[in-house]
């Protein structure tokens, strides 16, 4: 329970349908003080739909495991995702763990994700409408997309592994977000009203460059065009990424194609390309730049939530390289032979089946703002999440 509106809902849905319930705030690292507000409004729901409620200290781990491999990622140039090593590190991985030998059933979360069966057992591995303890259960698991488009999270839980999902409960995925504010209201739920976290959790009000500047020690450098014209300088690469419009750059004077001076719209322009080991920021002029697309980008530390293709093979599929990003058709081609391409390690997943394969998605349309170290997550047409990986 993050104190939030969603896992209180999730804990009342659940408590409705018959299961003891057990409340756990994680306190992690945060840095302006808002965790405290957090773990009270928790404790607040947990009282009133009358549950047990703990709180756990994982704040070391967590700045070992999501704050250091954030850090460590921009320093190396890429652009990586807090939220998925949260998921995979901390909620299902240390708390998890610790869940289960507690002796816990399930875990469940307040993620907008959907959770099916794919076994054709689904009556006989119920009692009373429910699952069976999952030990006793062989059938596979799938996640789907999120009724609630808008609000689906499942892009973020692409690292899950069936040993997992066995053990997972999701009861709000198949609710909107408003409904989910109005079953907060009907039950008197005191987060019923509270405002939704944005951007990357633990940095509250402290934007990310600000954060980041704590460890990665500013340096002046060029601002390029796409034609390799100085038009600016900024103050380190490793705080760019790809996509990024609002620049915090100094721009210089341009020369215009017809040769006169005129002062650039610093607001036109958008990163294209960064190189941390020369201390470049190349930017272009225009959302709709082609510089800004890639129609295929090549994939490490691959993890498959179902069936893994065979090597040589080739798979139509449905994917984004973003969160909330429109999915858009792709064919995930894995060739039997991993790429010379020089791996930016994260360790995120891993499968010794998979080493020594190459992975790339070729969409059928080039995509906008592709940044290595993001997360590109694959669906089928229906919705189900096949797999994701991290982008070289």
């Known amino acids: 329970m993050s104190g939030g509106v969603d896992s209180s809902v999730a804990a009342l849905l659940l408590k409705k349908e018959g299961y003891d319930v057990v409340g756990v705030f994680m306190r992690c690292y945060n840095l302006d003080g808002c965790s405290e507000k957090d773990a ?10 009358d549950i047990p409620f703990y709180v756990w200290d994982f704040e070391e781990d967590y700045k070992k495991r999501v704050v250091k491999y954030m850090v460590d990622g921009y320093r190396r140039g890429i652009t990586p ?3 998925v090593m949260c ?6 991985g240390l708390f998890f763990e610790k869940v289960l030998a507690a002796g816990a059933d399930y875990v469940s979360t307040g993620h907008y994700v959907r959770l099916r069966r794919t076994s054709d ?3 006989s591995d119920k009692v009373n409408g429910r699952r069976k303890t999952m030990s006793h259960v062989a059938c596979r698991m799938s996640l789907f997309e999120a009724c609630d488009k808008n609000k689906d999270q499942s892009y973020f839980l692409w690292t899950l592994k069936q040993e997992q999902l066995k053990y997972c409960l999701f009861p709000i995925g198949k609710y909107t977000k408003p409904q989910v504010r109005a079953i907060a209201r009907k039950a008197g739920l005191p987060t019923a009203e509270k405002k939704d976290s944005q951007g990357i959790c633990f940095l509250g009000k402290v934007s990310l460059s600000d954060f980041l500047k704590q460890y990665i020690p500013e340096k002046k450098g060029a601002l390029l065009t796409t034609s390799g014209e100085t038009i600016g300088e900024h103050s380190g690469a490793a705080f760019y990424t790809i996509g990024q419009r609002h620049l915090g ?10 040769q006169s001076r005129k002062k650039i719209d610093r607001n036109r322009f958008y990163v294209a ?5 020369k201390n470049t920021v190349v930017v272009t002029e225009g959302s709709e730049n082609p510089a800004l697309y890639k129609k295929e980008i090549e994939l490490t530390d691959v993890n498959f939530l179902c069936q893994q293709p065979a090597t040589s093979n080739q798979q139509p599929v449905f994917a984004r390289v973003r969160y909330r990003q429109t999915l858009a058709k792709a064919i995930l081609k894995v060739e039997g032979q991993k790429s010379k391409v020089k791996s930016r390690k994260l360790k995120l997943a891993s499968d010794s089946s998979l080493l020594t394969c190459r992975f790339r998605l070729i969409f059928d349309k080039p995509q906008k703002f ?9 669906y089928s ?9 991290i982008i070289l």
């Open 381 to 389: 047409k229906n919705g189900q999440m096949l797999g994701g990986g």
């Open 40 to 49: 009270e409004d928790a404790r607040r729901v947990a009282e009133h739909i």
């Open 121 to 123: 057992k689904q009556s």
């Open 370 to 378: 592709v940044a290595p170290g993001q997360s590109a997550v694959w």
């Open 249 to 258: 750059a100094k721009f210089q004077f341009s020369i215009s194609n017809s």
């Open 81 to 83: 995702n807090p939220d």
């Open 273 to 277: 390309e960064k190189d941390v080991k």
């Open 87 to 92: 998921n995979k590190e901390i909620k299902f």
